[in-house]
Nanobody, 126 residues
Framework: QVQLVQSGGGLVQAGGSLRLSCAAS????????MGWFRQAPGKEREFVAG???????TYYADSVKGRFTISRDIAKNVYLQMNSLKPEDTAVYYC????????????????????WGQGTQVTVSS
């Protein structure tokens, strides 16, 4: 079992930066791949970024590539550094986790993740 508790988020002007954090519980965090998703009003939840259990592989949605960075540390935290924010980045952001028994796979859909954080609002004003 993994529990995810998110922090960060808030209101920022376009061009600004925010950092989201996700703290995981559980003794086997190092065996879990992690991801960030977001859901804007009236839209489906969409993939933002993912990171392998080792942290060696990261992957991004095209819409955030070059602006967002996902990372993780050995203290069971996952981060999403968001730079050059745009109004279209406004959404509720969720961190997610899934067991990664083997390396080398990327997970882009919400159905592939088993555990979710509570969500945090990010609002980018123009």
């Amino acid at each position: 079992q993994v529990q995810l508790v998110q922090s960060g988020g808030g209101l920022v002007q376009a061009g600004g930066s925010l950092r989201l954090s996700c703290a995981a519980s559980g003794r086997t965090f190092s065996t879990y791949a992690m991801g960030w998703f977001r859901q804007a009003p009236g839209k489906e939840r969409e993939f933002v970024a993912g990171i392998s259990r080792s942290g060696g592989n990261t992957y991004y949605a095209d819409s955030v590539k070059g602006r967002f960075t996902i990372s993780r540390d050995i203290a069971k935290n996952v981060y999403l550094q968001m730079n050059s924010l745009k109004p279209e980045d406004t959404a509720v952001y969720y961190c997610a986790a899934r067991l990664e028994p083997y390396g080398g796979r990327f997970y882009y859909t919400q159905g592939e993740y088993d555990y979710w954080g509570q969500g945090t609002q990010v609002t980018v004003s123009s």
